[in-house]
T-cell receptor, first 111, second 114 residues
């Protein structure tokens, strides 16, 4: 089983739609969680950290479910500019500070 | 200091040659990471430094790969005797101390081994 797994998609949604992605992680001791956005042929950019209590940044909401070992990202009122690959990232807390990335979920927002 | 810088942006090399990449992190960040990414995959961890100390290396990092961070500032990643399977985007990232901080990535070095 991979340490971090995501549905690769693609998710094709119309502008204005709400879309949600999940990401599962295998190590129950994992302690830090993040969502990154990656545009085609560009570097990943930090979108938001995921806190135990959940957090929201504008149209984006991230949640953590420790019992089921997954994190989620909800995008409301999708814009064309939201089209990208969304990477989930987890610090597995195995004694170091590395972060393990999922393979990403591709999102296409259509006009 | 506007971000993480990587050089070169692109490198084409013949199989068997050695290549070296450079990364300049954000100056306030004491942690520096190297990742490798291939098409359709997420970044794969290679190694990381805290200041000048290399604290962890992935099993992906064969003996042909070596990384240094002299004086805890910039870092270099060298690949000796390159193979076609080394073709990938090599990403450098830096972060502040503390597990709650995400990474700032550089634009990457795209390596093509022919």
């Amino acid at each position: 089983r991979k340490e971090v797994e995501q549905d690769p998609g693609p998710f094709n949604v119309p502008e204005g739609a709400t879309v949600a992605f999940n990401c599962t992680y295998s190590n129950s001791a994992s302690q830090s969680f993040f969502w990154y956005r990656q545009d085609c042929r560009k570097e990943p950019k930090l979108l938001m950290s995921v806190y135990s209590s959940g957090n929201e940044d504008g149209r984006f909401t991230a949640q953590l479910n420790r019992a089921s070992q997954y994190i989620s990202l909800l995008i409301r009122d999708s814009k064309l500019s939201d089209s990208a690959t969304y990477l989930c990232a987890v610090n597995p807390n195995t004694g170091g500070f590395k972060t393990i990335f999922g393979a990403g979920t591709r999102l296409f927002v259509k006009a | 200091d506007t971000g993480v810088s990587q050089d070169p942006r692109h490198k084409i090399t013949k199989r068997g040659q050695n290549v070296t990449f450079r990364c300049d992190p954000i100056s306030e960040h004491n942690r520096l990471y190297w990742y490798r990414q291939t098409l359709g995959q997420g970044p794969e961890f290679l190694t990381y430094f805290q200041n000048e100390a290399q604290l962890e290396k992935s099993r992906l990092l064969s003996d042909r790969f070596s990384a240094e961070r002299p004086k805890g500032s910039f870092s270099t990643l060298e690949i000796q005797r390159t193979e076609q399977g080394d073709s990938a985007m090599y990403l450098c990232a830096s972060s502040a101390s503390g597990t709650a901080y995400g990474y700032t990535f550089g634009s990457g070095t795209r390596l093509t081994v022919v």
